[in-house]
T-cell receptor, first 112, second 118 residues
Framework: DAKTTQPNSMESNEEEPVHLPCNHS???????IHWYRQLPSQGPEYVIH???SNVNNRMASLAIAEDRKSSTLILHRATLRDAAVYYC?????????????FGDGTTLTVKP | NAGVTQTPKFRILKIGQSMTLQCTQD?????MYWYRQDPGMGLKLIYY???????DKGEVPNGYNVSRSTTEDFPLRLELAAPSQTSVYFC?????????????????FGSGTRLTVV
């Protein structure tokens, strides 16, 4: 399975934008880039996913590099409720049964 | 829709005991997965299933067994519990085909089972 690399931790101020980076230099052509977040004592929650083009939804935006070897999750205005561990993973729907490797993620701290 | 339901939420086992962690989904997802998460760590895949009657091992399958007799249910069996199996267990499901919109291809996770083996 292709692996991803994320910083261990990041800090942000409340109501400021947050850019969470992810490197996936061994990504294959059929890997989708997914982001999940995990609040304390909860299961991971889907945030967003994309293949090649940038994606927006009500929670966040996903910016994908042209060579697809990196991506950035953008939270436009961080709130205290966004404090969580964020995971970037790759999923290939056509091989590997869509199973993924989760690293340790990025712990986001939001300061009031 | 209830999503992915896991039971029990908490359990304490003695060394050598056995138990089954239950997982049910009502979204007609054909892919299902079991992960474990040790404190401060990411998720490790235990077993997965691509449909009823088909299961396969993940990264850390030793000490566990699974079955998938229906699309909805994917129980995880622990035989001869050991302290190393103390962890939080998450069940997840997803479609197999990526949808162009929304979360159709994303994992839906259950709320987890916190297991302590003493």
């Amino acid at each position: 399975d292709a692996k991803t690399t994320q910083p261990n931790s990041m800090e942000s101020n409340e109501e400021e934008p947050v850019h969470l980076p992810c490197n996936h230099s061994t990504i294959s052509g059929t890997d989708y880039i997914h982001w999940y977040r995990q609040l304390p004592s909860q299961g991971p929650e889907y945030v967003i996913h994309g293949l090649t083009s940038n994606v927006n939804n009500r929670m966040a935006s996903l910016a994908i590099a042209e060579d697809r070897k990196s991506s950035t999750l953008i939270l436009h205005r961080a709130t205290l409720r966004d404090a969580a561990v964020y995971y970037c993973i790759l999923r290939d729907p056509y091989t590997n049964a869509g199973k993924s490797t989760f690293g340790d993620g990025t712990t986001l701290t939001v300061k009031p | 829709n209830a999503g992915v339901t896991q039971t029990p939420k908490f359990r304490i086992l003695k060394i050598g005991q056995s138990m089954t962690l239950q997982c049910t989904q009502d979204m007609n997802h054909n892919y299902m997965y079991w992960y474990r998460q040790d404190p401060g760590m990411g998720l490790k895949l235990i077993y997965y299933s691509v449909g009823a009657g088909i299961t396969d091992k993940g990264e850390v399958p030793n000490g566990y067994n699974v079955s998938r007799s229906t699309t909805e249910d994917f129980p995880l069996r622990l035989e001869l519990a050991a302290p190393s199996q103390t962890s939080v267990y998450f069940c997840a499901s997803s479609y197999s085909v990526p949808h162009t919109r929304g979360r159709g291809y994303g994992y839906t996770f259950g709320s987890g089972t916190r297991l302590t083996v003493v």
